[in-house]
């Protein structure tokens, strides 16, 4: 890589290391559980609605779909940074409020070791817990005195993965990520009583896990169309995992905190999944599709949870670009993404499903004399709906990704 590129990732990565622990998301849903699933790595996809199972392409990493990183160009070495920025409106039938949020989304690296073999490690999201809630009581006996109960959860969890890809003859390739799960989350309450005047007694639980793994395998198979075009066709899935937590519990008095201590431990089980997806590709366009299922309901029981749905995950989209290496000027080496998608979450609230809606815009931004890409997009939906108490949030999503591509492994002759 280049000095500039060099300089620039370094500085990067070391610095968004400790973004990672930010909260990247605000709502009451992520009480449940152990939060709001991710599904999407925010790449320079996240344009065309978050596709990937089926997206084979020689210049990014790719994690939706572990197979896809023997495409890595021979010569490459790959680096991908990925942030996003959102801005929501929650609404219930008494109150609404405004929140904004934002985080580092992803950092992995890619390369050829062989010329069938390719490889991927990084870091990427898993799941996400952000709310806050504040409600208000009667002192039992009382009809003078009341106290407020402010709940507040933050944190989440992430994938540190490794992913190795082998090509299986001239189409075929497998590939699968072992990843292992890191981080952490809180959920505290404070209780304030007004006749204390300003003494507050707070209860603070934090959620470590121990270490633990997970493994996620995924197929892609390629063939030409004509000899302008290509498709590609992807599998991926995942076996049941067990995440074991380790509770942690401590108390505030105003501003004094008695010492953490451990009280528990419970087991949280991650489902089986599968995953279809497939692309078409010619010199200007692309289009694309995805579909993933999860049976959440196998593990009601184990989870402790009174009802939990299948998840269901769909996604389509589509780019262009008029002229990518010979275009006369920027606007004609853009690529221009569209895209939908449509979230089933694993929660079942009152007996209600949680939906996700969204549309997303995108344009990859080549940089001057490389090889390398800036991507802007912006996804914009609703989750949920008003209604039994539950709350509708409306949300616009700002992606930045950095994909840095340079050449390896060859002499200059001219400086």
């Known amino acids: 890589m280049n000095k500039l590129n060099i ?24 009480y449940y559980g152990i939060g709001e699933f ?5 790449s320079r996809v996240s344009g065309m609605g978050g596709v990937g199972i089926g997206i084979r392409d020689n210049g990014f990493i790719n994690y939706s779909n572990p197979a896809s990183y023997s495409s890595v160009d021979s010569l490459f070495f790959v680096l991908d940074i990925a942030a996003s920025g959102t801005l929501s409106r929650l609404e219930s039938t ?16 890619g390369l050829r070791l062989h010329p069938a073999w390719g490889i991927s490690m990084g870091v990427v999201p898993f799941t996400n817990v952000g709310y806050k809630t504040v409600t208000t009581k009667d002192v039992e006996g009382s009809n003078i005195y009341d106290f407020t109960i402010t709940s507040e959860g933050k944190g989440g969890l992430s994938k540190v993965y490794l992913g190795n890809a082998v090509n299986l003859g001239k189409h075929f390739s ?6 292992l799960i890191i981080g952490y989350y809180e959920k505290d309450e404070t209780y304030s009583i007004d006749f204390l005047g300003t003494g507050t007694l707070g209860e603070k639980r934090k959620y470590k896990p121990n270490t633990a793994y997970s493994f996620d395998f995924g197929v892609q198979f390629t063939d030409s169309l004509s ?9 991926i899935g995942g076996v049941n995992s067990k995440l074991h937590f380790r509770e942690y519990k401590s108390y505030e008095y105003s501003s004094s905190t008695i010492k953490e201590e451990y009280i528990n431990g419970y087991d949280f089980w991650i489902p089986t999944f599968i995953g279809v997806g497939f692309s078409v ?11 993933k299922f999860q049976y959440w309901k196998d593990l009601i029981d184990k989870n402790d949870l009174p ?5 269901h995950h769909i996604a389509v989209g589509a780019q262009y670009c008029p002229r990518a290496f010979l275009g006369k000027n920027l606007m004609e080496r853009m690529t221009y993404q569209i895209g939908a998608h449509f979230d089933r ?4 609230i009152k007996g209600q499903d949680f939906d996700t809606y969204g549309m997303s815009v995108g344009v990859l931004i080549p940089i001057k004399n490389q090889i390398s890409t800036i991507g802007i997009s912006v996804d914009a939906g609703k989750k949920g709906r008003i209604s039994d108490g539950m709350f509708k949030e409306n949300y616009l999503r700002l992606n930045l990704s950095f994909n840095f591509a340079d050449i390896w492994f060859q002499k200059r002759r001219f400086n």
Do not use: H
């Open 94 to 109: 008494s109150t609404s409020y405004n929140m904004l949020t934002g985080n580092l989304k992803k950092i992995a690296i």
């Open 281 to 291: 590709d010619s010199r200007k366009w692309t289009f694309a599709a995805d579909y």
């Open 345 to 348: 979450s694993y929660l079942k």
């Open 38 to 42: 991710e599904t999407s790595d925010y």
């Open 174 to 179: 497998l590939g699968v990520n072992s990843n």
């Open 307 to 311: 009802s939990l749905n299948n998840s």
């Open 7 to 30: 300089r620039f990732s370094i500085i990067f990565v070391f610095s968004s290391i400790f973004c990672f622990g930010q909260n990247s998301t605000y709502s009451p849903y992520t």
């Open 227 to 235: 000899s302008s075009s290509k498709y590609t066709i992807g599998l």
